[in-house]
């Protein structure tokens, strides 16, 4: 308990200890970080720019931007200034807020993700009852749901760690603070009540997963039946990358939090974080907008507005 009492700050694992590899992670660090800022603002700029994108489907792209530009702004920026002056240290405040931002970012991330599961099945299989069902007040209230979802649950298991004691060490095995490995950190087994929230946790996520995967179901079924080509390559372009980016950042989250604890660092434990913290946020602005024309047409538009009003 007296450790619990005066820890101050953690220790971040460093991805190697010779400065010219230190360097090296800054720079792959600020390269995804300039890519992931530059597609999601593009995005965002897009759509409250262009009136014709001012549909469910992009308001929700628009929520999709702003969680994937806070997730990885939490993580990123604090592991490229270590890296950059040489040091691993993030304060327990610091920690502590990490945990509940990324945690906030994140689920409401897979929410907002099963809730445009159900825009394309609504607007693919029951295209007459779109506009009646995705209209401006319920996509506005599915929005907000999730994000209170995620407040909560971020809020929930962010107290129920940093209740803990911890007294094993202050190294965190990871490049951000993470709640899997905090837990190797605590007293004897006074952790086993988190496990059981994030297992409980994981059973929702799983569950809203398959959700997702039985809507998909559905509306694969209806493309089959679309006697165009060109339509149901339109349709599987759609559905099939929304499918993909689900999939990465559940079973990367699932192997995160709930492989079994062990002391030891794991290159396999950094590679998962990478996949599910900073993938998705470089590869959603990618899958889901500059692949599609509209958002193309608007882009060019905002150009060349732009060169215009400097001439």
């Not at 939090?257 to 998705?280: E, G, H, N, Q, R």
Request: proline content about 4%.
């Amino acid at each position: 308990m007296s450790n619990q009492t005066t820890l101050t700050e953690f220790l971040l694992l460093g991805f190697s200890d010779v400065r010219e590899l230190q360097i090296l992670h800054f720079v792959m660090f600020l390269v995804i970080y300039l890519v992931s800022l530059m597609g999601n603002l593009l995005i965002i700029a897009a759509v409250v720019l262009d009136h014709h994108l001012h549909t469910p489907m992009y308001f929700l792209l628009v929520n999709l931007s702003i969680l994937d530009l806070g997730s990885i702004s939490v993580t990123i920026p604090k592991s490229m200034a270590n890296s950059l002056i040489n040091t691993r240290v993030i304060s327990y405040p610091g920690c502590v807020t990490q945990v509940f931002l990324f945690l906030l970012f994140v689920a409401t991330d897979f929410a907002l993700l099963t809730i445009m599961a159900y825009d394309r099945y609504v607007a693919i299989c029951q295209p007459l009852h779109y506009e009646r069902v995705m209209n401006r007040r319920a996509c506005v209230q599915m929005a907000a749901s999730a994000w209170i979802t995620g407040i909560v649950y971020s809020a929930l298991h962010t107290g129920n760690t940093f209740r803990l004691p911890f007294c094993q060490s202050n190294v965190i095995n990871q490049f951000f603070c993470e709640i899997p490995q905090l837990l190797k950190l605590a007293c004897s087994d006074s952790y086993l009540s988190e496990v059981g929230l994030l297992a409980f946790s994981m059973f929702l996520g799983f569950n809203c997963f398959v959700f997702i995967i039985v809507s998909y179901v559905q509306i694969f079924k209806t493309v089959l039946r679309i006697p165009s080509e060109q339509g149901r390559h339109k349709a599987f372009s759609t559905c099939l990358p929304h499918l993909t980016v689900v999939s990465l950042f559940l079973c990367t989250g699932f192997f995160a939090y709930l492989k079994p604890t062990s002391s030891s660092a794991s290159s396999l434990d950094i590679m998962m974080s990478i996949l599910y913290s900073l993938v998705p946020p470089v590869m959603n602005p990618i899958i889901y907008s500059m692949r599609n024309k509209e958002t193309k047409a608007a882009l060019n538009k905002l150009f060349v507005w732009r060169l215009f009003t400097k001439n």
